[in-house]
């Protein structure tokens, strides 16, 4: 499975980004994903999940209300649509997914294939 994440830039406080992560393989509709953010000098932390169907789906308490994550499993693709971004949004954004089965949400090491990540900037 190979991901490619998209949508990053450079946006002001307040604003709106959508990021993309496509999958490859039409197996990818039948797993969960993840979005993970890291920030310079910081550990990776979880951001949003989803299970294959979008019946399941998780958010950090820091994000709750602002992002929503969703997928068009036809596509092949998930998204996260981050609004009311602030500055302490910025990070890498990385989307990853769980192929072997049980699946922790929330845990990085639970995801067994990641994106590049894309580069999410919040001036103030």
């Known amino acids: 499975v190979q991901l490619q994440a998209s949508g990053g830039g450079l946006v002001q406080a307040g604003g709106s980004l959508r990021l993309s992560c496509v999958g490859s393989g039409r197996m990818f509709r039948a797993y969960p994903v993840g979005w993970f953010r890291q920030a310079p000098g910081k550990e990776r932390e979880f951001v949003a999940a989803s299970n294959w169907r979008s019946s399941q789906i998780y958010y950090a308490d820091f994000v709750r209300g602002r992002f929503t994550i969703s997928r068009d499993n036809a596509q092949n693709t998930v998204y996260l649509q981050m609004n009311s971004l602030k500055p302490e949004d910025t990070a890498v954004y990385y989307c990853?997914?769980?192929?072997?089965?049980?699946?922790?949400?929330?845990?990085?090491?639970?995801?067994?294939?990641w994106g590049q990540g894309t580069l999410v900037t919040v001036s103030s």
């Open positions: 990853a997914t769980n192929t072997i089965g049980f699946w922790q949400y929330n845990t990085a090491s639970e995801y067994d294939y």
